[in-house]
């Protein structure tokens, strides 16, 4: 069965306090993985697609990188604008399938 | 990136009425779907919208709870039928763009008493 995994579920972390959210996968036929961000009440804003494994994209202070098992979301030095829940989505032929997010949330 | 458009944005509902949902995307978005995030949760599939037939629902969804219009490549309608309060979720268009990239419109909010 295809499946996505987040880890952990939420994270608090002081501002400043770099760290790196997981997403483990066991899909066939794997088009792409995807990066969101989601703020409370609205819709999954796109932050990256790595194809294949070995790749990395980077945005601001967020950086992704995708093996053939799993994908890291590492966010360097996090600022409270950062907090929100992060989702992690796997591209198949038809359609993509969800992990349940992580909630990550920056104290200032 | 694609630009998706949802209108309502939010609504409160009576039991047993009905919703429609408009989406509109732009150009470069070949697929469409439509999802519902209930509070707290992650997003969960209700179905493929196709352009001129019937959309492809996913296990759990049924047509004449959710019928879905696709008149057109860039223009979709999710209705929400015979609502009861369970049905409260946010519900949201998505497309799929060029190389495999898909987008999310704004939302609706739909609270049901």
């Known amino acids: 069965e295809d499946q996505v995994t987040q880890s952990p579920e939420a994270l608090r972390l002081q501002e400043g306090e770099s760290s790196s959210l997981n997403c483990s996968y066991t899909v066939s036929g794997l088009r792409g993985l995807f990066w969101y961000r989601q703020d409370p009440g609205k819709g999954p804003e796109f932050l990256f697609t790595?194809?294949?494994a070995g790749e990395e994209k980077e945005k601001e202070r967020l950086k992704a990188t995708l093996t053939k098992k799993e994908s890291f979301l590492h966010i360097t030095a996090p600022k409270p604008e950062d907090s929100a829940t992060y989702l992690c989505?796997?591209?198949?032929?038809?359609?993509?399938?969800f992990g349940k997010g992580t909630r990550l949330h920056i104290l200032p | 990136s694609a630009v998706i458009s949802q209108k309502p944005s939010r609504d409160i509902c009576q039991r047993g009425t009905s919703l429609t949902i408009q989406c509109q995307v732009d150009s470069q978005v070949t697929m469409m779907f439509w999802y519902r995030q209930q509070p707290g949760q992650s997003l969960t599939l209700i179905a493929t919208a196709n352009q001129g037939s019937e959309a492809t629902y996913e296990s759990g969804f049924v047509i004449d709870k959710f019928p879905i219009s696709r008149p057109n490549l860039t223009f979709s309608t999710l209705t929400v039928s015979n609502m009861s309060p369970e049905d409260s979720s946010i519900y949201l268009c998505s497309g799929r763009a060029y190389q495999e990239t898909q987008y999310f419109g704004p939302g609706t909010r739909l609270l049901v008493l």
């Open positions: 989505a796997v591209s198949l032929w038809d359609k993509i399938i």
């Open positions: 790595l194809y294949s």
